[in-house]
């Protein structure tokens, strides 16, 4: 670093700006390669270009020298001559590697077939005064890659390309759902009072308002409103916040898609979930066949349908339409060999629910909708048409990993206030994720809420899935870390 700071004075001593405010007209690398890519061993052009990165490498010595550029799209080698550049040659074959630089020149074909470009004139852009990663074993501290993510872009071209693709992904969500008549909206993310899920918020305090505000757990109370409004087909891309563990499948911030529409039902809500996975997957990486744990995964719909009930009594033998208290449940789990030591408070739904994460989630490793759940997982769906003591609720997964959510949204008002005083109960007796009672969101349904399907897809994962990634922390470009 000593030596790159009086590098850093030589340059302006010598009367060039290290840090210049632009470098305007410049071409992508790969551009560059694609417009040439028929050109001969030993060819040459006279076309210029305007090429601007960072110097990655550097061979040669004497009157002339090749470096290698690399921006966001690619790498090509440089040609740099001293009897073309004069007293700039020195100056250039001297630089740090991460410096970054803007160089025109035209592009040839070496006798050697790599094609190159040939430098007429270089500019400073910015010195590096640090080190870059080593260029060859790359940035291997995955602690270091998580907490310096511009070092891990820098030195492993895959953590580029994975960022590269999750904003292709984006994009082709966005698209998919602009294209069938979709509304993108956008809803507080300080909230007076959090909901929408089963979740423990971050809490912060405005400071003019003299109040206690939270970060948003989930999208839905808001958007659903909008459909009262009669917006009738709207969606959020947007973060949610949830002040709960971390493990390889949760950040406490996430991106998330939540998507309603007016006269539709759950299993219009699956449909439109399993197209829009297949289509966001065909137009990201070109394939529905992903690997993951070296099995291979068909995202082509149809997906398989099974009821949550028949996938926890295929896996584990307990029957939980049968057990329908929270002691004869557990006496049935101990009985079926599953160890299940239940901390106070925890109730007959806590239960399920963890029959179904450990026992069945890593199991369904196809496209799988898990159907039909217990009213008390789901204070905001639908009571079942036909099966009392369920709602019209479909969990969606992929390679043992959820990744989407979905109702047949209730807009009975008074069975919603029912439903918010009973995770009141909850609530004082202990569940800190239980739902909090929002009065406003009632009022909203007082005034009419027509049939509503509804869908929450988890961003992060669906990338994890279809890039066989096994930590959010990898898709996630700057993930919560523990202090130092």
Same mark, same amino acid.
């Given at each position: 670093?000593?030596?790159?700071? #009086?590098?850093?004075?030589?340059?302006?001593?010598?009367?060039?700006?290290?840090?210049?405010?632009?470098?305007?007209?410049?071409?992508?690398?790969?551009?560059?390669?694609?417009?040439?890519?028929?050109?001969?061993?030993?060819?040459?052009?006279?076309?210029? =270009?305007?090429?601007?990165?960072?110097? +990655?490498?550097?061979?040669?010595?004497?009157?002339?020298?090749?470096?290698?550029?690399?921006?966001?799209?690619?790498?090509?080698?440089?040609?740099?001559?001293?009897?073309?550049?004069?007293?700039?040659? %020195?100056?250039?074959?001297?630089?740090?590697?991460?410096?970054?630089?803007?160089?025109?020149?035209?592009?040839?074909?070496? @006798?050697?077939?790599?094609?190159?470009?040939?430098?007429?004139?270089? +500019?400073?852009?910015?010195?590096?005064?640090?080190?870059?990663?080593?260029?060859?074993?790359?940035?291997?501290?995955?602690?270091? #890659? =998580?907490?310096?993510?511009?070092?891990?872009?820098?030195?492993?071209? %895959?953590?580029?390309?994975?960022?590269?693709?999750?904003?292709?992904?984006?994009?082709?969500? @966005?698209?998919?759902?602009?294209?069938?008549?979709?509304?993108?909206?956008? &809803?507080?993310?300080?909230?007076?009072?959090?909901?929408?899920?089963?979740? @423990?918020?971050?809490?912060?305090?405005?400071?003019?308002?003299?109040?206690?505000?939270?970060?948003?757990?989930?999208?839905?109370?808001?958007?659903? @409103?909008?459909? *009262?409004?009669?917006?009738?087909?709207?969606?959020?891309?947007?973060?949610?916040?949830?002040? /709960?563990?971390?493990?390889?499948?949760?950040?406490?911030?996430?991106?998330?898609?939540?998507?309603?529409?007016?006269?539709?039902?759950?299993?219009?809500?699956?449909?439109?979930?399993?197209?829009?996975?297949?289509?966001?997957?065909?137009? &990201?990486?070109?394939?529905?066949?992903?690997?993951?744990?070296? %099995?291979?995964?068909?995202?082509?719909?149809?997906?398989?349908? *099974? +009821?949550?009930?028949?996938?926890?009594?295929?896996?584990?033998?307990?029957?939980?339409?049968?057990?329908?208290?929270?002691?004869?449940?557990?006496?049935?789990?101990?009985?079926?060999?599953?160890?299940?030591?239940?901390?106070?408070?925890?109730?007959?739904?806590?239960?399920?629910?963890?029959?179904?994460?450990?026992?069945? /989630?890593?199991?369904?490793?196809?496209?799988?909708?898990?159907?039909? =759940?217990?009213?008390?997982?789901?204070?905001?769906?639908?009571?079942?048409?036909?099966?009392?003591?369920?709602?019209?609720?479909?969990?969606?997964?992929?390679?043992?990993? %959820?990744?989407?959510?979905?109702?047949?949204?209730?807009?009975?008002?008074? /069975?919603? #206030?029912?439903?918010?005083?009973?995770?009141?109960?909850?609530?004082?007796?202990?569940?800190?994720?239980?739902?909090?009672?929002?009065?406003?969101?009632?009022?909203?349904?007082?005034?009419?809420?027509?049939?509503?399907?509804?869908?929450?897809?988890?961003?992060?994962?669906?990338?994890? *899935?279809?890039?066989?990634?096994?930590?959010?922390?990898?898709?996630?470009?700057?993930?919560?870390?523990?202090?130092?």
């Amino acid at each position: 670093m000593e030596d790159r700071r #009086r590098k850093l004075e030589e340059l302006r001593a010598a009367g060039v700006e290290p840090f210049p405010p632009s470098f305007p007209d410049r071409t992508p690398v790969s551009d560059v390669l694609a417009r040439h890519i028929g050109l001969s061993d030993g060819e040459e052009t006279d076309e210029q =270009y305007r090429l601007a990165g960072r110097l +990655t490498g550097r061979r040669g010595h004497g009157k002339a020298a090749f470096l290698d550029l690399t921006d966001r799209s690619g790498q090509i080698q440089l040609h740099a001559r001293k009897d073309v550049l004069g007293d700039d040659y %020195e100056r250039l074959v001297g630089l740090d590697l991460g410096d970054l630089i803007g160089v025109e020149g035209a592009p040839f074909r070496t @006798r050697r077939g790599e094609l190159s470009l040939r430098v007429d004139t270089w +500019t400073m852009l910015a010195k590096s005064l640090r080190p870059p990663p080593d260029k060859y074993h790359g940035l291997a501290d995955v602690e270091q #890659r =998580y907490r310096h993510r511009e070092l891990d872009l820098i030195a492993n071209e %895959e953590a580029r390309e994975l960022f590269v693709l999750r904003t292709r992904m984006v994009s082709a969500v @966005r698209r998919f759902l602009d294209e069938r008549g979709f509304l993108e909206v956008e &809803t507080p993310v300080l909230q007076s009072l959090y909901g929408g899920a089963l979740a @423990r918020p971050f809490t912060t305090h405005h400071n003019v308002l003299d109040r206690t505000l939270y970060l948003r757990i989930a999208t839905e109370l808001y958007l659903k @409103r909008l459909i *009262v409004g009669g917006l009738e087909k709207v969606y959020e891309l947007g973060k949610d916040f949830r002040n /709960e563990g971390i493990s390889h499948k949760h950040n406490p911030e996430f991106t998330m898609l939540e998507t309603y529409e007016a006269y539709s039902d759950y299993l219009d809500v699956a449909a439109l979930t399993e197209e829009l996975v297949a289509t966001v997957a065909r137009e &990201t990486i070109g394939t529905l066949q992903v690997e993951r744990d070296g %099995e291979s995964i068909d995202l082509t719909p149809p997906w398989r349908r *099974v +009821t949550l009930r028949d996938a926890i009594l295929d896996e584990t033998g307990v029957d939980i339409a049968e057990h329908t208290e929270r002691n004869a449940l557990l006496d049935a789990m101990r009985r079926a060999g599953i160890d299940a030591n239940p901390q106070a408070g925890t109730g007959w739904g806590k239960l399920v629910d963890e029959l179904l994460s450990k026992r069945v /989630e890593p199991t369904l490793v196809q496209p799988t909708f898990l159907l039909d =759940y217990p009213i008390e997982l789901s204070p905001f769906a639908k009571p079942h048409r036909s099966q009392p003591g369920l709602v019209e609720r479909f969990e969606g997964f992929i390679g043992g990993i %959820e990744v989407a959510n979905a109702f047949s949204e209730l807009n009975d008002p008074d /069975e919603q #206030r029912v439903r918010f005083e009973q995770q009141q109960r909850l609530q004082a007796a202990g569940d800190e994720e239980a739902q909090p009672f929002d009065e406003d969101f009632l009022r909203a349904l007082e005034q009419g809420m027509p049939p509503t399907g509804g869908l929450g897809l988890g961003i992060d994962r669906l990338l994890m *899935v279809i890039t066989g990634v096994h930590s959010i922390r990898e898709v996630v470009l700057f993930p919560a870390l523990r202090d130092r």
